[in-house]
């Protein structure tokens, strides 16, 4: 075993959209950052887990940090630049890549890895950021309320390396740096009876968590047969209904998150559209009506002809919700075989696309659809990481709850206000169906701004949460998971490390001082990060 030891003044375990954000925060404050993940490619749930952005209906006006729109921005410019796009669609403004509907902006996720890349790359040079990949943390040490090294192991299990900072950021996952340093954290359901919450079970449930969705992108051949082996599971999903689901989980037809009537969508890999007419709103609905367009990541419409033989498509659809267990907190066998099973029902999934799928011409199957793993960087076709909808949750001095954000439960749509905001954030309460056998829950959301008190863990004074594990409950977790909270929570992260460090105060003590508070926020504000909505109204 080779062991190696290094210090920072910041460390961040999880480079995901977080942690890209808290590190990037951290560079830009003076700090010294070492950043550690996972797998390849850093931006976890845009990249790595190759889903496109999730966002508000404003995001192109105001909504968002600067440099989260420095990304978005990023991205198109990587497209304009790299791309033979019709010329209408790259003088657009709102260039949107893929015209999907869940998103004013969908992509393919290997140009967020190179548009992240080059946001970071800079301060490799200098060697004020060093990068770590292919590495999980495995322990920690804690010095009373204070985490003083974190030792990381890699995945081929040779080599463990300990890194001393003043301060840590758990940007991962799943927050697997809470059990490691000893932080009270919180997992699945909280009961009506804690939080007050209408949407809560009555008594909460540690094992009840969101699905996850090992997800992948497809593109199609028409007169060609690209059909895989029979999965080994596929006689299993195929005859798997959910009680609730109103069908096989194999099919079309699904519950309407919002209503919960029962729902077949449409799917049509020969659709014509032209997608510059297409518009992602999400007030109108989530836009899964017709599965092609819903989440495409590249139309074959934006370019020249003969650049593309067809759209690409991003799969992350009910369909592969993965409701047999829970991997938080799971031995290492039980996770193994849940993830497994979860990568089985995609290839299954995929499978009866090809073989069973109703067609428009009242014939069955789509042999012509490929899994398009160079898409998103592997070999087995799947994304490289599962999509991670719930996270452990800290014990944080502040918890945002379902009364904070529901339009139904505060009476109005206007912004939910915090005198201690770091940033703002839009969505819906939106929570897919449970490993408990919990239905959709969707609730309409007031626009929100960010407490930093739900970034301060109860006891630990130098943990900072840097993405799904702030101080939310599992309901409100459906509003702040998504892609641009994320990146803001993190950022949010990374300045409080590096002004703490300036100012040698804990992030308590930022809080809870009126004049620190202050000059905290205005550092926010000058690097472009909005503490507060316009006047406007959540849906």
């Not at 139904?408 to 915090?418: C, K, L, V």
């Not at 969707?442 to 943990?463: Q, T």
């Not at 809080?511 to 550092?523: G, M, V």
């Amino acid at each position: 075993m080779n062991r190696t030891s290094l210090s920072t003044e910041v460390l961040v375990v999880g480079g995901g959209m977080g942690g890209v954000s808290a590190a990037l925060a951290a560079l830009r404050g003076g700090k010294r950052v070492i950043l550690t993940e996972e797998y390849q490619w850093l931006g976890g749930q845009l990249t790595s887990q190759a889903v496109p952005m999730d966002e508000h209906t404003w995001v192109e006006q105001f909504g968002v940090t600067a440099s989260y729109q420095e990304l978005r921005e990023g991205i198109r410019d990587y497209y304009r630049d790299n791309y033979p796009l019709l010329q209408k669609v790259k003088d657009r403004a709102d260039l949107n890549p893929g015209a999907g509907l869940v998103s004013r902006l969908c992509a393919e996720p290997r140009v967020a890895v190179a548009v992240i890349d080059a946001l970071l790359a800079r301060y490799l040079g200098s060697q004020q950021l060093t990068i770590i990949k292919s590495v999980v943390p495995l322990s920690a040490e804690v010095d009373g309320t204070r985490v003083t090294s974190v030792t990381l192991a890699s995945l081929a299990g040779d080599t463990e390396t300990t890194i001393t900072a003043d301060y840590v950021l758990d940007a991962t996952e799943l927050g697997d740096l809470l059990p490691l340093t000893g932080a009270e954290y919180v997992t699945g359901t909280e009961g009506r009876d804690e939080t007050g919450e209408p949407s809560a079970p009555e008594v909460g449930d540690a094992e009840n968590v969101q699905a996850l969705s090992w997800c992948f992108v497809l593109d199609h051949v028409d007169g060609e047969d690209h059909t895989i082996p029979k999965p080994a599971s596929y006689d299993y999903w195929r005859n798997y209904a959910p009680e609730f689901w109103g069908a096989p989980l194999l099919s079309l037809t699904a519950p309407h998150p919002r209503t919960l009537e029962i729902v077949t969508r449409s799917f049509n890999p020969l659709v014509n559209d032209d997608p510059t007419t297409q518009l992602a709103d999400q007030r109108a609905g989530g836009g899964d009506e017709e599965l092609w367009v819903f989440r495409r990541i590249l139309a074959k419409g934006n370019l020249t002809d003969g650049h593309l033989q067809g759209d690409l498509v991003l799969v992350n659809w009910p369909m592969i919700d993965y409701l047999d267990g829970n991997i938080i907190d799971a031995d290492a066998a039980s996770r193994a075989r849940h993830l497994e099973a979860s990568r089985q029902l995609s290839y299954s999934f995929f499978y009866w696309l090809q073989t069973e799928a109703p067609r428009p011409d009242g014939g069955t199957g789509w042999p012509g659809l490929r899994l398009r793993g160079d898409i998103t960087g592997t070999e087995h076709g799947l994304a490289m990481a599962p999509y991670i909808r719930e996270s452990r949750r800290i014990r944080a001095e502040y918890t945002v709850v379902e009364g904070d954000l529901s339009i139904a439960a505060r009476g109005h749509g206007q912004p939910a206000t915090y005198p201690d905001t770091v940033g703002v954030g839009m969505y819906r309460i939106d929570l897919h169906p449970s490993t408990g056998g919990d239905n959709y829950i969707d609730v309409a959301s007031a626009p929100f701004e960010i407490p930093l008190g739900a970034m301060i863990p109860v006891r630990l004074d130098n943990l900072l949460p840097a993405g799904k594990n702030v101080g939310t409950t599992h309901i409100t977790n459906g509003a702040f998971r998504l892609h641009p909270v994320e990146w803001n929570i993190g950022e949010a992260a990374g300045w409080l490390a590096a002004f703490c460090l300036d100012h040698a105060v804990d992030p308590r003590v930022v809080r809870n001082t009126p004049r620190l508070l202050e000059e905290f926020q205005s550092l926010l504000t000058t690097r472009g990060v909005e503490l507060h909505w316009p006047d406007v109204t959540g849906y």
